[in-house]
């Protein structure tokens, strides 16, 4: 219990919860079918950005001197924070309106996750959201997905299926993870 309020879990799965049902509300009346992964992308870069604030505790030194071994911690707490991320969606989702498939979710929400570990190794905890952030922004306004380089660049909205965006998803995970879990949040 204590390092799930040090990390900010409670207000992080409450900004994931209350945005995603927000979001999914105001879908209802659209018109954006399975076809438009805008919204659920944008959703669950809501989700990874608002849990990226736990992953720095209150105070850095003393992450760094504790008697036991934090990478396994992070580890699983980077990719457990990527799993509620898609598990608060998909439970939305059962409850009407379908916004995406669950192999889309489950894909964005680890990429998204690992850029926000990503950001939390080289930026801090502080300003971990801003690679998931700034990828999602890209992504908007990339020409269509013609070639790999743009595929790899907008693969946020691609259709779960295309090999470019599965991959690009998985080394951000990868990588993600492994560089949050070995050198933690920065200083």
Do not use: E
């Not at 309106?97 to 489950?106: E, P």
């Not at 680890?110 to 801090?124: E, I, K, P, R, S």
């Amino acid at each position: 219990m204590l390092y799930a309020r040090s990390r900010q879990v409670p207000a992080s799965l409450a900004a994931v919860v209350i945005s995603t049902v927000t979001v999914w509300a105001l879908a209802q009346g659209g018109s954006g079918g399975p076809g438009d992964q805008r919204l659920p992308a944008l959703v669950l870069a809501v989700g990874a950005i608002a849990v990226s604030t736990g992953l720095s505790g209150q105070d850095l030194a003393l992450d760094r001197t504790a008697a036991i071994r934090w990478a396994p911690r992070r580890a699983v707490h980077v990719l457990l924070a990527g799993a509620v991320v898609a598990m608060v969606l998909l439970a939305v989702q059962a409850t009407g309106k379908d916004l995406a498939t669950a192999a889309f979710v489950v894909r964005d929400s680890a990429g998204l996750m690992g850029l926000a570990a990503v950001g939390a190794a080289v930026c801090g905890g502080t300003y971990a959201w801003t690679l998931p952030f700034a990828w999602l922004s890209c992504s908007f306004s990339v020409p269509p997905p013609t070639s790999v380089p743009t595929q790899v660049a907008s693969w946020v909205l691609l259709p779960p299926g295309t090999a470019a965006g599965t991959w690009t998803a998985l080394v951000l995970t990868i990588v993600g993870t492994t560089a949050y879990a070995v050198a933690g949040p920065r200083r």
